[in-house]
């Protein structure tokens, strides 16, 4: 047994023998029924592996960094989100329009709350791996933690850069820093589709790759294989989450949606949908607008960067550990 589950099966020990003691308190004849309910559910929780230090500071000093760095392809989302004509050169430049720093505006909150987000990502996904057993449930339990995390962040974000491309139009009033409010089950949507590329697609992927190079699939994945593996994935995951982004985007960037009820939100975001990435030509038939294109480059390419980058944070992280015991 570890030391930490030592200390804590002492503690709870220590807590039954208190119990026992506390006669006026409780009832001395229902002691051995309340020891007997809670030790099986204690027994478990105690038996969990608590993640590795290596992922904790993978988590916490490597996503506030990667946060920061990847901020003006976040800030595109964003702006895209309330744009259906410019094409992804026009709305980088649109991010950079007043000047280069202006690409990183409101980079601070997100990065200082990107500490616990990646430590969900990292360290808290592997400890919800060893409770849950799996990685789709880990992956969902991950997801719904991150958004608590990150929604209060991530949404002053994206309203101060909404209102300084706005140049004194249309904008919004910065929402307080809540957990929760417009646009939350959007993100949550976003954040599993985004966090199963590098925990539940990377991996076969990365098998798939180790096929075509010609090595051995049954054994051990490189290193640059798993890198390509986690950046396809993170690719693929990132287009896929990208309407649930757009969505939240544009549910914390507009008045109608912020005043709105639940359902009118819901409403809002369908004829969203509808009017940002489809088209009735003159035949009367739908086709695809080129913004569906537009806005999945533009969220893969963040997806893909900075989760891809912190994968080989943590495996750097996790490798220089070991070497160094």
Sequence with gaps: ?????????????????????????????????????????????????????????????????IIGAFTPLR??????????????????????????????????????????????????????????????????????????????????NAQLMHNQASAGRDTVPVRPMMPTGPGFTALLLRNGAAMAGIRVISDPLSRMLQWMVGADTKGAVSPQVKTGGDFLASVLCGAFSMPFNQIYNMQVTSA???????????????????SQYLETTASGSVRLRHTMLRDALLRSSYIGCAYCSFAIVERMALHFASNGK
Aim: aromatic residues 8%; proline residues 8%.
């Design 1 to 65: 047994r570890s030391p930490a589950y030592s200390n804590a099966k002492a503690m709870a020990d220590t807590g039954f023998a208190t119990a026992a003691a506390a006669g006026p308190v409780i009832n001395m004849a229902l002691q051995p029924n309340l020891q007997r309910i809670l030790q099986p559910i204690l027994q478990p929780i105690l038996q969990i592996s608590l993640p590795q230090p290596a992922l904790l500071l993978a988590g916490g000093f490597g996503g506030p960094l």
């Design 75 to 156: 800030n595109a989302c964003t702006l895209a989100s309330q744009d259906a004509t410019c094409n992804a050169r026009q709305i980088m430049g649109r991010v950079f329009s007043m000047g280069f720093r202006s690409g990183w505006t409101g980079a601070w909150t997100p990065a200082a709350a990107a500490a616990m987000q990646f430590t969900m990502l990292g360290p808290g996904y592997h400890l919800y791996l060893n409770l849950l057993g799996s990685p789709a449930p880990a992956v969902v339990a991950g997801a719904l933690t991150e958004t608590f995390i990150t929604y209060a962040s991530s949404t002053r």
């Design 256 to 274: 109608a949606c912020l005043n709105g009820t639940p359902m009118r939100r819901v409403t809002l975001a369908l004829r969203f949908l509808r």
